[in-house]
């Protein structure tokens, strides 16, 4: 199964952070540049920070001019006063969560094996518990 995402180790920290930046920077498109600039980090889940945007398809978007964005900043209307798309701050609460409910569920499926520990448990105890009792019958009869 190919690796998702939200089970790159760093990952969720890096998301949670270009939403922010996308969300409260008055740029609505910035540069690998200008997020290095900003963030003052590279990304510690990918090579850069583009390709984390790249990735996660539900929140960016990456311009042809190699310039990314949060999606959510496209669709709310211009302030009257500024004339920029700013997002509303009771609008970054439920972004910051949604990649963090995402990441729960991600890692959760990548673990689904965990669940069958105790059914293996079982089954090696039982085998164990069957072949002792065969060795001692085949010991008691041939004595």
């Keep these: 199964m190919p690796e998702r995402p939200y089970t790159k180790r760093g990952r969720l920290s890096d998301v ?16 690998e540049s200008g997020l290095v600039e900003e963030l003052q980090v590279p990304p510690s889940s990918s090579r850069s920070w583009l390709s984390i945007g790249s990735e996660h398809p539900e929140f960016f978007r990456v311009a042809k001019d190699r310039e990314l964005s949060l999606i959510a900043r496209h669709v709310v209307p211009r302030d009257e006063t500024t004339g920029m798309k700013e997002l509303p701050a009771d609008l970054i609460y439920p972004l910051l969560q949604t990649a963090i409910d995402l990441h729960d569920r991600q890692v959760s499926d990548a673990e689904w094996w965990k669940s069958l520990v105790p059914l293996w448990a079982a089954l090696i105890g039982g085998a164990f518990g069957t072949i002792s009792t065969l060795i001692t019958i085949w010991f008691k009869g041939s004595h």
């Design 16 to 31: 949670l952070a270009l939403i922010q930046v996308l969300a409260l920077d008055k740029y609505t498109h910035r540069s």
